[in-house]
């Protein structure tokens, strides 16, 4: 059973000592205040603990006032009645009384006394459960103190006289945790944290005024807050203008107010000394000098003895000119402010004039303010009396309070009882919502706890809204997540090089229409290259632009094989934000369809050239005669959204890595195995991060070796497995499936060969199907989610095989001859090269078991010779399925520095799928792009002041999600976002 314990209570009369000042009035030092109140801000304020009362006084609390009384010498609660009254005494008040942790209600007719459970705040026990019962519903007992505590008409039944639990017996401090001891010795709490109180039991600060913590809408008279305007007082925790009678003496009040006073033969009406004789040794209305304690007049002014007011002489005021303290008046001076007005060169109030100016209710002779309200000296307008701790007429309660949770309503702003209103959450330690909850999704954001910790939540109300300029690779799926996909970011070019005529077409795949052709070598060619218009004589002459690729920023690279010169590799942007303003003329110079005729038209203004502001960069390749005919864009890997470049060169046999950004050699790798070379001819990226490289020339018997693996982080190269085939079986197309297979046209083995990696096994698929001719040289080949399509060099036909059984589905004659690469494009349509007619052939599929269609032919360039991923639907699709979408977080106002806390996400994250978050920071918006990425941020939460942070402060914060699928069948999906930022003062 749990004993009620009762702790001390008031005697009779008050032992406070110190000056007179009341709660709220104005102060120099603590001596200044009565009632064991202590001077903070220049006012005097009640008690928080017993730790600050003197001369071993208790702090008693009653509502939002408080004050330091002297200890009983008897038990409180044999008899509340003598201790309310002479609370009311101290206080003045007959509410609940808080004594350390017991309540006093001294309301009824017939006071109750009870001890707090929990802590003891402006309304009493706070959080406390029935006074009579413990927590186990059993019957609160005696404790010994002479009465009836457990409220069974018993005094002390079953207590052992004076050895009773009624709490410490004077050993509080000795640092000893005895009996009625709860702790030992007395310490400071924090906020909201218990602390060891002067009765060495554990309290909490309870919410209200004066509990020494800074809550809800308080203002003043707290640790920490700023105070009071000049003019205004502290009342209840909240600035209130002056009002006469409201305890404190401000400017303009001379009566009526603690240590304000009238002369003799004066009145005091509304705070002022009336009537008004100028002389009569006290200040009234109007009087601005010549009355003590008013300071005397500013250089250039002198006292009016008449009126007492300063004024500049008469022989000065109004002469033409601007002598010292003339403010108005004069030539050249301004008019006085709105509620002035000029007299005698200076600005004077209109209130307090004699007559009734515009926006004056009182103060003036026959103005006069309502009932429930006063009138600002000051200003001659009528304030509301709400505040004054007096209830006026239409007041229901006064002074205002902040909400707390142990009380469902709360007197307003307009002092009237309303519900508790409903109050945020902050990160404070505390309920502020009062759902039983601490912080609630607050704190595991918010690091740096305090209560300016704000949490900013994405997506706005219009959801996620991915464009080109703020995402890649990724959509809206039908719950409104962002996840994976290709139809809003998705690139609808394709890239085919033509190799008699040094350049490559760019094709809208949606229409066929050519929107762009671009050289291959741009004005910053290396030496050896060759002019960029000149044809391929497949020996001395042309660049012979061949293999296409396609990075995850859907920009274009061409390797040119310069047979016998400088081979290189050109990079194109895809879109024309990411191109060069190189010559400074406000515009970009690019290649166009001007006419809108779907061709771009040779020898036009709609070719720019090698000048063309959207080609980026053209690097070597190599050495002279290396012929870099492979070409493939690697897995994105750290910070980077794009990855490196990877160059097959034919006749050196190597693999040659090169930066998206500049082109610049990062490194080569040897494909020789032994003293036997492999010479690439295509190129594929692998979902791990591994690059394909494939050959023509395959080996010299049989079986032959058909395909080397190059490990992109130790920069070595593996020999796969030997490919079943014929002597001197090569490949040509190379395409890298969703199930893990690597597909190589046979070139002239009629088939084609399929390896599975995981595996390291090989398998042959001859396609064949009734009404189709025989296949007689596969070579381009590309996959989606369900089939592979490969070009027949002379049946000219595109094989359609499907990856799950090898079977063939169907085959598509195209009006073309002499066909190379393949390709599948977003919109759906499958595309084939051909070399002798110039032109790309699109198939527009509507049904593909069944094997339906639209073809429709589109030129191009002269003998284009396109292979490898000319649309980048394989790496975009297979290799790495990969997103991002980025948005802007405004942190604090701009005189405040803004702390980046922390970022969580609500979301889906299935196995072999990976969300990362990556920010940055800025003063302004503008300046977040020259600021570095820092991330990946990996988890949820994540800490942004923890590595590989911090973020550095500031006022805007750029957010970037990544999502990525490693199995490519499932994805990511993020719903919401929220980022937590805390505001920091200056200095």
């Known amino acids: 059973m749990r004993q009620v314990v009762l702790v001390l209570g008031l005697v009779a009369t008050s032992a406070c000592s110190g000056g007179s000042g009341a709660s709220g009035g104005r102060c120099a030092s603590d001596g200044d205040c009565g009632g064991g109140q202590t001077c903070s801000g220049g006012y005097c304020r009640g008690c928080r603990s017993d730790a600050e009362c003197r001369n071993g006084e208790v702090c008693v609390r009653s509502g939002s006032r408080s004050a330091c009384l002297a200890p009983p010498s008897t038990n409180a609660c044999d008899s509340p009645a003598a201790h309310c009254t002479a609370a009311g005494d101290a206080l003045g008040t007959t509410a609940i009384l808080c004594i350390g942790n ?84 007395p310490a400071p709490g924090a906020c909201g944290v218990p602390a060891c109180n002067a009765m060495c039991r554990f309290e909490v600060a309870p919410p209200g005024c004066g509990n020494g913590c800074a809550e ?62 100028c002389g009569d040794g006290s200040p009234d209305l109007g009087e601005t000098c010549g009355e003590p304690p008013l300071a005397a007049c500013a250089m250039g002014q002198t006292c009016n003895t008449g009126s007492c007011t300063c004024e500049v002489p008469p022989a000065l005021c109004g002469n033409g000119d601007v002598d010292p303290a003339e403010v108005c008046g004069e030539p050249g001076l301004d008019l006085c402010p709105s509620g002035q007005e000029c007299e ?40 509301n009396d709400c505040g004054n701790f007096a209830l006026d007429p239409g007041e229901e309660c006064d002074p205002p309070t902040a909400p707390i949770c142990s009380s469902a309503t709360i007197c307003s702003s307009s002092c009237q009882i309303e519900p508790r209103p409903a109050v945020a959450e902050l990160c404070n330690r505390m309920d502020d919502d009062c759902d039983g909850v601490v912080d609630e999704g607050l704190v595991d954001i918010c690091f740096d706890c305090d209560e300016t910790c704000a949490v900013g939540a994405a997506p706005p109300p219009g959801g996620w809204m991915p464009g080109p300029t703020n995402s890649s690779g990724v959509i809206v799926d039908m719950d409104g997540a962002l996840t994976l996909g290709n139809r809003m970011t998705e690139s609808y070019a394709v890239w085919v090089a033509n190799m008699d005529e040094g350049t490559v077409s760019k094709l809208d795949s949606r229409t066929g229409r050519e929107i762009a052709l671009y050289p291959t070598v741009g004005a910053d060619a290396p030496a050896g290259s060759r002019p960029w218009n000149e044809a391929c004589n497949w020996s001395n002459l042309g660049n012979c632009p061949s293999r296409t690729a396609v990075d995850q920023n859907f920009d274009a690279y061409v390797a040119n094989r310069a047979f016998g010169n400088q081979g290189t590799v050109v990079k194109i942007a895809n879109a024309e934000r990411d ?69 097959g060169l034919y006749n050196t046999a190597e693999a040659c890595r090169l930066s998206p950004t500049t082109g610049a050699l990062i490194g080569c790798v040897s494909l020789f195995r032994g003293g036997t ?67 190589i046209g046979g070139w002239d083995s009629r088939k084609l060969k399929r390896y599975h990696v995981p595996t390291d096994t090989w398998s042959d698929v001859t396609p064949a199907r009734a009404g189709c001719p025989a296949a007689t040289v596969v070579r381009g080949v590309a996959a989606d989610a369900t089939y592979i399509w490969a070009t027949d060099y002379t049946a000219n036909v595109v094989w359609q095989v499907r990856i799950s059984d090898n079977a063939t589905m169907n085959c598509w004659p195209i009006p073309a001859t002499v066909l190379a690469g393949a390709g599948v494009s977003f919109d759906g349509s499958v595309w084939a090269i051909s070399t002798m007619d110039s032109v790309a052939v699109r198939i527009a599929v509507t049904d593909p078991v069944a094997g339906t269609g639209v073809t429709t032919v589109h030129p191009v360039g002269l003998h284009p010779y396109t292979y490898s991923d000319f649309i980048g639907y394989g790496l975009n699709t297979f290799a790495e399925p990969r997103g991002y979408y980025r948005y802007v977080v405004t942190g604090c106002d701009p005189t405040l520095a803004t702390r980046w806390q922390g970022i969580r996400f609500m979301g889906e994250v299935p196995p072999m799928t990976a969300v990362e978050l990556f920010v940055r920071s800025s003063s302004t918006i503008a300046g977040l792009a020259g600021e570095a990425w820092i991330g990946p941020f990996i988890g949820n939460p994540v800490n942004l002041q923890a590595p590989p942070g911090p973020v550095p402060d500031g006022a805007y914060l750029e957010v970037e999600i990544r999502l990525r699928s490693d199995d490519r069948t499932t994805a990511p999906r993020i719903f919401t976002v929220d980022v937590a930022h805390t505001c920091i003062q200056p200095g």
Do not use: H
């Open 102 to 185: 017991t309540e006093l209600d001294c309301r009824g007719t017939a006071p109750m006394c009870r001890a707090c459970s929990g802590a003891c705040g402006e309304s009493g026990c706070v959080g406390d459960m029935d006074a009579s019962t413990g927590d186990d519903g059993s019957v609160a007992s005696d404790s010994g103190s002479g009465g009836d505590d457990a409220g069974d008409g018993a005094t002390d039944g079953g207590a052992d006289g004076g050895s009773t639990d009624a709490g410490p017996s004077g050993s509080c401090g000795n640092g000893v945790v005895e009996s009625g001891e709860s702790c030992d010795p």
């Open 216 to 277: 809800g809408e308080e203002e003043c008279g707290e640790p920490g807050l700023p105070g009071c305007a000049t003019g205004f007082s502290c009342l209840g925790c909240t600035c209130q203008p002056p009002r006469c009678g409201d305890g404190v003496a401000s400017p303009g009040e001379w009566c009526g107010e603690p240590g304000r006073v009238c002369a003799a033969g004066k009145t005091c009406v509304d705070c002022q000394c009336t009537p008004a004789v």
């Open 344 to 383: 005698g060169c200076l600005c004077r109030s209109e209130c307090g004039n004699g007559e009734v100016n515009a926006g004056e209710e009182c103060g003036e002779p026959g103005a006069s303010c309502p009932a429930g309200s006063s009138c600002a000296v000051s200003t001659c307008r009528c304030l």
């Open 579 to 647: 191109c060069v303003d190189r010559n400074m003329n406000g515009v970009i110079d690019t290649s166009r369809d001007l006419n809108g005729n779907g061709v771009i038209d040779r020898g036009t203004a709609e070719i720019v050239g090698p000048t063309d502001e959207c080609i980026l960069w053209t690097v070597a390749a190599g050495g002279t005669n290396a012929v870099p005919r492979a070409l493939a864009i690697g897995v994105a890997t750290g910070a980077s959204f794009v990855g490196d470049v990877w160059v």
């Open 677 to 743: 070379p492999f010479n690439p001819y295509g190129a594929a990226a692998y979902r791990d991060g591994r690059i394909f490289f494939g050959t023509i020339s395959g080996a010299s018997a049989s079986p032959a070796n058909l395909l080397v693996a190059v490990d992109p982080v130790t920069m070595t190269s593996t020999w796969t497995s030997d490919a079943p085939g014929v002597v001197g079986a090569g490949s040509y197309g190379m395409a890298v499936d969703g199930n893990d297979n690597v597909w």
